[in-house]
């Protein structure tokens, strides 16, 4: 059964740093590209990043672009998120995510789901 656990979030000042990790487990971690969604009550689900089974590709959202780095460690089953230079606006809960192929920014074509980490900004 495959599982996904987010962790590394918390209440951060504006302009400072956290990393989010992505802890996987029930199946071959390698085989799957993973995402970094978040969500704000109200709202749909945004796309933040994503990376390629082997870490080789990546791919942002505008928003996120030039602050935030998505990695991987296949031989630790972890994937994580590393942000900078936060803003309020990056308040939200975020989740990682996997899929079977390739990278891509839609939340319909991830399988598997965490249950989220809290990340709030204050200005």
């Known amino acids: 059964q495959v599982q996904l656990v987010e962790s590394g979030g918390g209440l951060v000042q504006a302009g400072g740093s956290l990393r989010l990790s992505c802890a996987f487990s029930?199946?071959?971690?390698?085989?799957?590209?993973m995402g970094w969604f978040r969500q704000v009550p109200g709202k749909e689900r945004e796309f933040v990043a994503s990376?390629?089974?082997?870490?080789?590709?990546?791919y942002y959202a505008d928003s996120v672009k030039g602050r935030f780095t998505i990695s991987r460690d296949n031989a630790k089953n972890t994937g994580y998120l590393q942000m900078n230079g936060l803003k309020p606006e990056d308040t939200a809960v975020y989740y990682c995510a996997t899929r079977n192929l390739g990278i891509g920014d839609a939340p319909a074509h991830f399988n598997f789901w965490g249950q989220g980490t809290q990340v709030t900004v204050s200005s």
């Open positions: 990376i390629s089974w082997s870490g080789g590709t990546t």
């Open positions: 029930g199946r071959t971690f390698s085989s799957y590209g």
